[in-house]
């Protein structure tokens, strides 16, 4: 079944220990996209400028995504600029021009809105729940944030946390919004505040999905890749595969649940092996086949 | 089969978020030898001094630990004292004096030589070749090291590695041995040292074991849990569930060795429930056997 993302589409500018990039597509609701692209129909709700050609939007239309709800607005598109030194777990921000995406008002089209399956990228709390709200009769809603919010916005991050049915965080954003230095009592109050189900990410360590219903929590894997070329997407590539599987299945049980944790970890590992979309854009089932294997034998004892 | 461990036996003085203790026994030999006495027979190499009583050796006898390699000597045990914030992850060292600990030659009783098990805890790496080089016959030897040695004894430690199966040490240790920030790439470097496996623990996210064989990683976890009271001896308690379950177990394969990560973490995790040896000494086999299963419902699909 569908999925309607609402987040960033964007420009970047890197520099990573394996080379610059000079304002190549980014942005979290491309990088979910193009990763949710593989298992299911994706629909983007975003803003780009008058620098955002047709060439660029169809690094989205070429995988199929819906890009109608893509508003074309007077100005240039936001653009990042980051760098990363030998600890690729850490941008440094070089630049951050909002442009068009500082007044984002998102607007769903009409026809997305049989969508069962939404996913709120990091952008403001207030914005995320106005796009939720519009779909009544969504099956499942994911939602990511950023310590930006947890700071300046939190009453408005808790009133859309409340409807937020999947929360996907790191582990500093967790414990910074439960404001408890653990993580396992982190994950706790964090589902107190809405979401019945959290998917906290540990960087190269894999992930981790704790319930709020008591089942025991799940951990899913990264693979230890020799090469990384440039981080930046992995967190919204885990989304798109996470929330991307779960659409793709008719029901939605733990099991399920799991194995989207594992499809999170492959998409993830396989955006940071180029820069920004480029391993995205050439990917194929089979590849992401191959990879869930091995990151089941990385990890199961039979 | 047997398993010969050579490292401290010390005390500690703790002060932990979840209270403090003054004096208890700990050490790395400690922690080792009663993690590893659920899986196998173990004897122990140390030096204590004359503060240490019968009572304090019963924590290891009681277990069946053989303790005629624990010589004697005048004067004071080796002391710790530390203390661990909110964040758990790391100690503040308060005082180390190492008294007995400052001179220690170990001696190897002769009736341990035909262990076929070794492991060398975190002592001088010339002391640990000492130990090393008497054991001909050794099936497997392990070892563990620390940043301190590698800052100030590189050179004893590049030899004793050269003698060394399988080395445990975390990322940070991993990383600086190697000179590389890239942990894959840095296990690769510190298994062209000698180590042909390689175990690099991730403190709460588990643990991943690396072949020099090319054979593919193998990640276990630990577990996600509420309370910890203690992290003193996790690595050591890891270390005893692993090499002891390797020495219960007919053949070396690769499989072996990846339950034996699985009870490396499962000891790990009970070692950290309670203050120093406490929940060690109280631990029931049954136990283990509902943690494995439960650290394997953690991870596996299926």
Redesign the interface.
Same mark, same amino acid.
């Given at each position: 079944m569908s999925i309607t993302v609402v987040g960033s589409v964007a420009f970047d500018t890197l520099k990573t220990p394996s080379g610059v990039r000079e304002k190549i597509v980014g942005g979290a609701a491309t990088f979910f996209s193009l990763s949710a692209s593989f298992f299911t129909d994706v629909r983007v709700v975003a803003v780009v400028g008058e620098d955002f050609t047709a060439e660029h939007e169809s690094i989205l239309t070429k995988r199929g995504v819906d890009t109608r709800g893509i508003e074309h607005s007077k100005g240039l598109t936001f653009h990042w600029g980051g760098e990363y030194g030998?600890? $690729?777990n850490e941008a440094k921000t070089k630049f951050t021009d909002l442009n068009v995406f500082e007044n984002f008002q998102p607007k769903v089209p009409r026809e997305y809105l049989d969508s069962k399956f939404v996913f709120l990228a990091n952008i403001q709390p207030t914005l995320q729940l106005m796009v939720r709200e519009q779909f009544k009769d969504a099956k499942l809603v994911g939602g990511d944030t950023m310590n930006l919010w947890i700071n300046i916005a939190k009453p408005e991050l808790l009133e859309t946390l409340a409807r937020v049915d999947v929360l996907l965080i790191n582990d500093t954003e967790a414990k910074m919004l439960a404001g408890d230095? #653990? /993580? @396992?009592?982190a994950?706790k109050k964090v589902m107190d505040m809405g979401p019945s189900t959290l998917v906290i990410k540990?960087g190269?360590?894999?992930a981790?999905i704790?319930f709020k219903d008591g089942h025991? @929590?799940?951990?899913? @894997?990264t693979l @230890? /890749?020799?090469v990384?070329q440039d981080p930046t997407g992995a967190g919204d590539s885990f989304a798109g595969g996470f929330m991307g599987y779960i659409a793709s299945q008719p029901e939605l049980t733990k099991?399920v649940l %799991? %194995?989207a944790m594992?499809y999170g970890g492959v998409m993830g590992s396989f955006a940071i092996e180029r820069f920004g979309t480029e391993r995205l854009q050439e990917l194929t089932k089979q590849e992401i086949d191959e990879r869930f294997n $091995?990151f089941? #034998? /990385?990890?199961? $004892?039979d």
């Open positions: 030998d600890n $690729l230095s #653990s /993580l @396992p009592r994950a540990h190269e360590y894999g981790t704790f025991h @929590p799940f951990r899913a @894997p @230890p /890749l020799d990384v099991q %799991k %194995k594992f $091995l089941r #034998s /990385l990890t199961h $004892l």
